[in-house]
């Protein structure tokens, strides 16, 4: 099979793609002839080295959809033929989503939504589930409160956007291009502001009556942090989703408002919770609450420019690869 490999960590140079052995299906495993991939930042992340756990040569991703290609013994949910989406493969070291079949747990896979196409459904397992954690178990929203989404126009912004406002939430959002910013209207926001504008903070501060959102949903806390902290209104909460460094913040800023800074990780949600994100998310995709907007396909051979582009600031909705 084809699929993309990093020998060593580094620049988006470093993804090859090369022919490797097909997986086998093993006992609770399930092999899933991959239709597309979904692209994420924390894919960068990995091929630049921050996560340890990590060691190359590897073949990148998480998040995919395509049809079931052959099971193992004790596998009875899905059956060869079966549309279904992934979230997580069985090794990081072996057989990742950016190829041609990727072996995983039985629980990882997922039957697809009949609503959904292909690259819609390698959209998601890391945005909507992301952008669920953040917003349900961490910052523990509430109907009627106030949630500023810090980068709304990619793949966890826009969930985060329907998410919120199905919810009952006040939902405000910031997008860097014009292109974006009438994206993050059209999938339901109140209001979008353009986090480029130098008075953008104080746009948010009125548009909340001097108050502040209840819940920030930050995507960049490495620039905005400490920004948020002074314009988050009394016992509000920030869920920090995504960093590329660290950042200076004044704590006196959190103590004025008894404020929360909620770290969240997509590997951490015990058994339940996991449970929960895709129950809760499963509900929202059948009833066409909750729709992947796909920005970009690209062949799998160009990964690397995949990988570029989801690094960019006017990101428009979830770049997919195509095997």
């Known amino acids: 099979m084809k699929a993309i490999r990093v020998p060593a960590f580094g620049g988006p140079e470093v993804l090859k793609l090369e022919e490797l052995p097909a997986p086998a299906a093993g006992p609770g495993l399930v092999v899933v002839r991959i239709k ?35 099971t193992g013994e004790g596998v009875s949910h899905v059956k060869a033929g079966d549309r279904v989406f992934i979230t997580g493969t069985t090794s990081p070291s072996f057989t990742g989503a950016y190829a041609e079949l990727a072996q995983c747990r039985a629980g990882q896979v997922h039957p697809l939504p009949a609503a959904l196409s292909f690259p819609q459904g390698a959209a998601i397992y890391v945005p909507y589930g992301t952008a ?30 329907q998410i919120a406002r199905a919810m009952g939430l006040r939902v405000i959002g910031t997008a860097g291009s014009p292109r974006g910013r009438e994206l993050v209207l059209g999938q339901g926001a109140h209001h979008v502001l353009d986090h480029k504008a130098p008075d953008y903070l104080q746009q948010l501060t009125a548009l909340t009556g001097g108050r502040g959102p209840e819940i920030i949903l930050e995507m960049a806390s490495h620039h905005n942090l400490g920004r948020d902290l002074t314009v988050l ?15 200076e913040i004044n704590p006196r800023e959190a103590m004025m408002r008894d404020a929360a800074i909620l770290g969240m ?15 809760g998310l499963a509900a929202g995709f059948a009833n066409g609450t909750l729709r992947p907007v796909i920005g970009k396909e690209l062949p799998l051979g160009e990964a690397a420019q995949a990988q570029k582009a989801v690094m960019e600031e006017n990101a428009y909705g979830k770049i997919v690869l195509i095997p």
């Not at 178990?137 to 500023?148: M, S, Y």
């Not at 209104?233 to 960093?243: E, F």
């Not at 990780?265 to 129950?279: K, R």
Request: proline share 5%.
């Open 36 to 70: 597309a991939v979904g692209v994420n930042p924390v894919d960068v992340s990995i091929r630049t080295g921050a996560y340890k756990n990590v060691v190359p040569p590897y073949t990148p991703g998480s998040d995919a959809a395509g049809l079931v290609e052959s």
């Open 132 to 161: 669920y954690r953040s917003l349900i178990q961490r910052a523990r929203a509430q109907a009627g409160e106030t949630v500023l989404v810090h980068g709304a126009s990619g793949g966890v912004g826009i969930a985060s956007v």
């Open 233 to 247: 209104a009394k016992y509000g909460r920030i869920v920090v989703i995504g960093c590329r460094g660290s950042v």
């Open 265 to 279: 990780h997509l590997g951490n949600p015990t058994e339940a919770e996991a449970a929960a994100i895709w129950a």
